[in-house]
């Protein structure tokens, strides 16, 4: 064995890799190094493998969560939908869109529920406006889950959004969720959730009559103390790689604080 004339540590090491599996060139100078290096790229790869299976195995268990095909609802004035079939199933549907390696949020975070409303410009009491985000319908007050991982940065009641939730993902990413009957106790400003996780239920709160429905929005940009999640920027929940190419007149800036981005929009791009 060569443990007899290599130094303590590399015996170390070799005892608890197995160290008949490994061989060393005998034409490499310094032996100890060459094994130092080879254990290290095995693990390396031991870890890389690990990842991978990790986020495999994450994609799994949100496939078993959030919606993973989106119908357009029977019922209501359409607006702003995404193209879809004679089963009034959305074509090209993605459930999941890749914000960077370390985030994937949901295009639709319930497990039931129909569109009714898109992303884009509508008219609301003649007044043509942009609608920021996606609603999702249900009869019944189904579960809204958190559409990727991060932290509650508001929990509260607006005039408009009724009860609602904005998740800071990090990266420069936020999910809104509004109209909510019921937020779980504990969802308050700073608490962490996991992709997944039920934030509220589906709700019609709001100072106006509204249809029990989700109004979810995926925003980007530095959240502004000034005007809160209002000055984020809205993405295309249909077509997040257009974020570029939004209208800029409806964006609130400050002029010390322009809009910016802190990542690259990469639709449901497969892991290589
Ligand atoms: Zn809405």
């Not at 319930?110 to 008219?123: D, I, K, N, P, Q």
């Not at 007050?141 to 958190?146: F, G, N």
């Amino acid at each position: 064995m060569f443990s007899s004339f290599i130094p303590n540590i590399v015996a170390a090491i070799l005892s608890v890799s197995g160290a008949d599996t490994l061989s060393v060139d005998r034409n490499v100078v310094d032996p100890t190094i060459s094994l130092i290096e080879h254990i290290h790229s095995e693990h390396l790869i031991t870890k890389a493998i690990d990842k991978q299976e990790k986020a495999e195995a994450e994609e799994k268990r949100l496939a078993g969560i959030f919606l993973q095909e989106l119908k357009v609802c029977y019922h209501g004035a359409h607006q702003n939908i995404p193209a879809y079939d004679k089963l009034h199933t959305i074509k090209n549907f993605k459930p999941m869109i890749e914000i960077n390696e370390n985030l994937s949020l949901a295009t639709a975070p319930v497990a039931e529920g129909c569109l009714f409303s898109g992303f884009g410009m509508r008219t609301r009491n003649e007044r043509v406006r942009l609608h920021k985000g996606w609603d999702i319908a249900h009869y019944n007050p189904v579960d809204i889950y958190a559409a990727g991982a991060g932290k509650i940065k508001e929990s509260e009641y607006h005039y408009q959004y009724g009860k609602m939730i904005l998740i800071d993902h990090g990266y420069g990413v936020y999910t809104r969720y509004a109209h909510l009957d019921s937020i779980p106790e504990g969802l308050t400003e700073g608490a962490i959730v996991l992709a997944g996780q039920i934030i509220g239920t589906m709700g019609t709160t709001a100072d106006v009559p509204v249809g029990r429905h989700l109004h979810y929005e995926i925003l980007t940009g530095k959240y502004n103390e000034q005007w809160g999640s209002f000055g984020l920027r809205p993405v295309n929940i249909a077509s997040p790689e257009t974020i570029h190419s939004q209208p800029e007149n409806h964006l609130r800036k400050t002029k010390s604080e322009p809009v910016r981005f802190f990542f690259t929009v990469k639709p449901n791009k497969k892991r290589a």
